[in-house]
Each structure stands twice: as C-alpha cells, then as structure tokens.
C-alpha cells in the first residue's frame, strides 16, 4: 500500500459524457501527479500539481483539467470523451519535486 | 522534446535465466528512477541512481547509472517468477522552471517456470 488513494477504482461511462477521477496523495506529501496508461502507450505524464498550484503539464487534452485542492486532494476531470479516452488512470504523489514517485492504485476508466 | 527510450519492449525468459533491460535518455540526467508494475498493478519505485558510474544492488537486481548520466540499466540474476512485471525507467527532465519525470515505455518481462 502506496499511501495514495484513488476513487473510484472503475468507471464505465458513455462517449460525450464527462466523469471525474479523485486522488488523496500520501500524508506529507506535496506534489500530485496524473498519468493516462494504455497499452500501447505506456505511462503517458498529463499534469501536476504543487501545493495548489500547477507545475508542469504533458501531453494533457484540452477536453481534461485538473486541480488539487487546499487539503492536497486532486481531481481530474475527463469531458466529452471518447472511446480513445478508455485507459488506466493514475495518480502518483512526492514529498517534492523531482522526488520519488507514489503511486495511487489507478482508476480504470471505460468508455463505451 | 526529451525523451526516454527503453529496449526490449519485451522479453521472455525461462526461469532461472538472467534478464537485462536497458534504458536512454537523449539528455543528461541529475538521476534516474526505476519503478517495477506487476500485472494489473501499478508502478512501484524500486530504487534511485544519482552518481555517474553509481551501481546499486537489490538482492539479485543490480541498477547501474551510466558515465555520461545518460543511460542506466537493470540486471536480474537467475529470474523467478516473482519477478514477472513491466519494468519502468524514469527521468526528472526539465521544463522552463519546473521538472516532469519522463518514464520510458517500460520492458515487460515474462518467465516461464
């Protein structure tokens, strides 16, 4: 147990629907971290968070966005999606950056 | 853009054998992160490399961070089963004022027992 929660840990949805993905990183730790997974394209870096503030961002759709909330929590939020959208979801937490990374058990998101 | 390349994409190994993945960043690193997922997992940190030439050993896997700080490797000494997974390297890469870790696509291994 990484310390990180994620909720929920599957969702099924419809394509044009938006849905919403939450991670609690670990206690102490500052920084958040999303990551899309799908099989053939590895661990993809979407964005991340540093005590509220955003710090980086990767390859993230403009149809996502993200914050982290004034208790550390963050949410992703996925709109209109698209069955592309279908993949692993996760969150990963670090005391700072560019620390060691935790990582939250996932959210697996279907889109059908 | 930066980039972090992993070879083999895959390797099936019968078990006892050794197992070697090996990974490229295409700019010098401050470090280097390796992170194992097992099936249906998520990816767990193994160990960090900072030093040029640093070589760290965990019980039958051994890291090496290159010279130039541009490449590293994981060795597995006779696999077992346990060790089955998709193996992660990761680098702080830099934009602007901030850092991303940039992992590689990973070297999933197999072992048949």
């Known amino acids: 147990d990484s310390g990180v929660t994620q909720t929920p840990k599957h969702l099924i949805t419809a394509t044009g629907q938006r849905v919403t993905l939450r991670c609690s990183p670990r206690?102490?730790?500052?920084?958040v971290y999303w990551y899309q997974q799908s099989l053939d394209q590895g661990l993809q870096f979407l964005i991340q968070?540093?005590?509220?503030?955003?710090?980086a961002k990767g390859n993230i759709l403009e149809r996502f966005s993200a914050q982290q909330f004034p208790d550390l929590h963050s949410e992703l939020n996925l709109s209109s999606l698209e069955l592309g959208d279908s993949a692993l979801y996760f969150c990963?937490?670090?005391?700072?950056?560019?620390?060691?990374?935790?990582f939250g058990p996932g959210t697996r998101l279907t889109v059908l | 853009g930066q980039q972090v390349m992993q070879i083999p994409q895959y390797q099936h190994v019968q078990e006892g054998e050794d197992f070697t993945t090996y990974c490229n960043s295409s700019t010098t690193l401050s470090n280097i992160q390796w992170y194992k997922q097992r099936p249906g997992g998520h990816p767990v940190f193994l160990i960090q490399l900072v030093k040029s030439g640093e070589v760290k050993k965990q019980k039958r896997l051994t890291f090496q961070f290159g010279e130039a700080k541009k490449n590293s490797s994981l060795h597995i000494t006779a696999t077992q089963t346990t060790d089955v997974g998709t193996y992660f390297c990761a680098g702080p890469h830099r934009g602007g004022s901030n850092y991303k870790l940039t992992f590689g696509k990973g070297t999933l291994l197999t072992v048949n027992p």
């Open positions: 968070y540093y005590n509220g503030e955003e710090r």
């Open positions: 990963a937490s670090s005391v700072n950056v560019p620390d060691t990374q935790y």
């Open positions: 206690s102490g730790d500052l920084s």
